[in-house]
């Protein structure tokens, strides 16, 4: 389960870091997509989807830019 008041806590966290980046911090991984979380319960069978689609995009942009490294040093680069 969730601990009494966390969702309130996280969404405090949430909500002071778009207030960080908006005065020019950097930028958090989240803000491309807009989603910062992913409420999931292996239990309840909730948000693995949602979870797995996220991990799946993230190895996406890992692979790009090993990629892009690759190709920076011919040596390395694998065949394409």
Same mark, same amino acid.
């Given at each position: @389960? /969730? =601990? *009494? #008041? @966390?969702? +309130?806590?996280?969404? &405090? ?5 778009? *207030? &960080? &980046?908006?005065? #020019?911090?950097? #930028?958090? %991984? @989240?803000? +491309?997509?807009? &989603?910062?979380?992913?409420? !999931?319960?292996?239990k309840?069978?909730? #948000?693995? *989807?949602? !979870?797995?689609?996220? =991990? ?5 942009? =890992?692979? /790009? =830019? !090993?990629? +892009?490294?690759a +190709?920076?040093?011919?040596? %390395?680069?694998?065949? /394409?």
């Amino acid at each position: @389960g /969730v =601990v *009494e #008041g @966390g969702r +309130a806590r996280l969404m &405090q966290i949430i909500e002071a870091e778009r *207030e &960080q &980046q908006q005065q #020019g911090g950097d #930028g958090g %991984s @989240g803000e +491309a997509t807009g &989603q910062y979380f992913i409420e !999931l319960s292996v239990k309840e069978r909730s #948000g693995v *989807e949602d !979870l797995r689609q996220e =991990v799946m995009r993230m190895l996406g942009e =890992v692979r /790009v =830019v !090993l990629d +892009a490294m690759a +190709a920076m040093d011919e040596r %390395s680069a694998r065949a /394409v």
